[in-house]
């Protein structure tokens, strides 16, 4: 059975930073996409990056160079660094990884989202923002 598994997930001030983690068991995506989404109550998902195994990684225009996705194959761990957060980052962010994807993965993982065929999500872990 497959799970993903978010941490990392906190309160901070606007401008500050928060590290989120995942890591995957019960199959190896280390080919394939793996990437962030986000949810505020009473909105829809959006994505925010996504990684292919080689480490190419694609981000939503919101992120505006603020946030970083990476990945350890090797632990089969994915990641998102977030720096200059603002108030609009407050979420609850979620996990996502396919193992049908391997290029193209904001699009792709956009796409099977939409549809509710993304191979697995985590729980999510919550992020908020204020002063």
């Known amino acids: 059975q497959v799970q993903l598994q978010e941490s990392g997930g906190g309160s901070v001030q606007p401008g500050g930073s928060l590290r989120l983690s995942c890591v995957a068991s019960g199959y190896n995506y280390s080919r394939h996409c793996m990437g962030w989404f986000r949810q505020v109550p009473g909105k829809a998902r959006e994505a925010v990056a996504a990684?292919?195994?080689?480490?190419?990684?694609t981000y939503a225009d919101f992120v505006e160079g603020r946030f970083t996705v990476s990945r350890d194959n090797a632990k089969n761990e994915v990641y998102l660094e977030m720096n200059s957060l603002k108030s609009d980052d407050t979420a609850k962010y979620f996990c996502?990884?396919?193992?049908?994807?391997?290029?193209?993965?904001?699009?792709?993982?956009?796409?099977?989202?939409?549809?509710?065929?993304?191979?697995?999500w985590g729980q999510g872990t919550l992020v908020s923002v204020s002063s």
């Open positions: 996502v990884a396919d193992r049908f994807s391997a290029l193209y993965c904001l699009v792709r993982l956009t796409a099977l989202a939409g549809r509710n065929n993304l191979d697995a």
């Open positions: 990684i292919q195994g080689d480490g190419t990684a």
